[in-house]
């Protein structure tokens, strides 16, 4: 029976060829020494490199992603689409949660709310779904806040197409909402001319929209 041997290199640097003379001197055969090299746990790289442009402000911020190789930061196209979803989203936001508080119709969300939207939003206020709880016990010698927008966040996914995510606050308590707005051509209402046969239709122009939105 031979001995136990064990090999233990006197630095880190030490290489697999020398523990494999190290054995063969101490008198034990090994008739195959095999090196594998360690398999691979890092994940695969991702692709192109991601370049973030992030901006805060008074009631939120806007986060812009492009695409790029490395060093080049977000083109001007990217910048101007996102400060121009920007402005779309916190606009629209504030509008929908006056529709929602009931300061004003759905009417009003026709220009810049997909219709249905519009409809889910309409059957939302319709059934109370933002009325808060009623306390138990007396009733408070104040009335409680109505549903009142509180912050506002843009990710710009391209220059058509940007999430939005946010928070409001309903009978005193924080919740939150997401949504997605697009850029996609819109013909302009339709103008009629005076003693003209018929309406003139409007131009094609690309205005951005709400598509999605969801409430917690």
Sequence with gaps: MQPLITA???SDSASASDLVSAVAEAGVRTPRVRVRPAPPYEPAGLGPVTH??????GTGTLVVRELADAGSPPSRKTLAAAVEARRFAIATSRLLFEVI????GT???ADSVAP????QVAALVRHDA???AEPAGPSPSTAAPGTVLQRVHVQLCDTSAAEVF???SCGGRIRAFAGRIERAPRRARTVVEPGAARPVLGRVEYRWQLVALEFS
């Design 116 to 119: 249905a939207v519009i409809d």
């Design 52 to 57: 973030t442009a992030r901006r805060t402000t």
């Design 101 to 104: 508080d009931r300061r004003r």
């Design 8 to 10: 233990r290199p006197e």
């Design 166 to 168: 946010g928070s409001y």
């Design 107 to 109: 009417a009003h969300l």
């Design 130 to 132: 933002f009325r808060p």
